[in-house]
């Protein structure tokens, strides 16, 4: 049976009895709505742990002003139901006030430079500010071992990898490979923001990154490839944010040069902004 516990007392009684028995503990941080790609990530802590804690808060301060912190999915009975199939031992439900005891406005704030500022970074600001604040707390209170990362979220995973080693968090990062619709779409909280007949059209993202993989490995010039994604996505409907191709870094490579490589896309469909990756 899963535990679900609010207050920080009993969390951290409960890992540190698990720590006397010399059990390692996983983590899953998530802000809820959970679906596939959320179970795989707690499936893969499970891999490399005895105990897994799953978080659900959804985090007001990495939304920014006009974002969709209000109306961002709640679906708590569901979302229990769901981690206790995939092998959770606790959900821990924070509040805003235990997370943010000053208050959000006087809340200490985990910055990482760099990396934080290009990408999602440029278009969504302070929102990586938002997610290295609160995955803090979180890695302090729950105390993990080793906790799992989406790769949809590709950013946003090397921005807390370099939380971890600059801050010295002696926790092991797991990145959880993308999990997709059968149609390609990758899965995500807010496609459900989709309507009927957007939803069909969300699947052009998948693509376009196969393609913009194709050109690239074909030896045509990136900015090309990447011009030819956005006229793709804006083709079918899309307001395009940016359609890359990076190095894992995320810096950006030289014409010509060889070595691993990531295209990201980010795009709005209607009301929705949607997010993917591919590697290779
Ligand atoms: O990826 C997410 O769901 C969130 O950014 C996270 C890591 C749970 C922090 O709020």
């Known amino acids: 049976m899963i535990e679900t516990i609010t207050e920080l007392d009993v969390l951290r009684a409960r890992v540190s009895e698990w720590k006397q028995q010399g059990l390692r503990v996983g983590f899953v941080p998530t802000m809820g709505n959970l679906h596939a790609g959320h179970y795989s990530l707690v499936m893969l802590a499970r891999q490399y742990a005895d105990r897994v804690v799953s978080s659900v808060f959804v985090n007001p301060t990495q939304f920014g002003p006009s974002e969709d912190f209000t109306r961002y999915p709640r679906t708590p009975e569901a979302d229990m139901g769901g981690l206790e199939g995939a092998g959770c031992d606790v959900l821990w439900l924070p509040t805003v006030e235990s997370m943010y005891p000053f208050g959000v406005e006087l809340a200490a704030k985990v910055h990482v430079p760099g990396v934080s500022s290009v ?40 921005v807390i990898r370099q939380m971890v080693t600059d801050l010295a968090f002696p926790v092991q990062l797991l990145p959880g490979s993308i999990v997709r619709e059968p149609d390609g779409l990758a899965m995500s909280s807010r496609n459900q923001y989709l309507s009927a007949e957007e939803r069909p059209r969300a699947a052009e993202i998948r693509k376009t990154l196969l393609a913009m993989r194709e050109g690239l490995v074909a030896g045509t010039p990136r900015a090309e490839v990447e011009a030819a994604a956005t006229q793709r996505l804006s083709g079918v409907g899309f307001v395009v944010d940016y359609t890359v191709v990076r190095r894992p870094d995320l810096s950006e490579p030289l014409d010509g040069e060889v070595g691993p490589r990531v295209a990201l896309v980010a795009a709005k469909l209607g009301r929705t902004r949607l997010i993917d990756n591919l590697e290779w």
């Not at 990408?119 to 729950?142: I, K, M, W």
């Not at 790769?151 to 946003?156: A, L, P, S, T």
């Open 119 to 158: 990408l999602e970074g440029a278009y969504r600001p302070g929102h990586f500010d938002g997610v290295c604040t609160v995955v803090s707390r979180l890695f302090n209170q729950v105390q993990p071992d080793v906790a799992a990362f989406g790769k949809k979220d590709f950013q946003q995973l090397a």
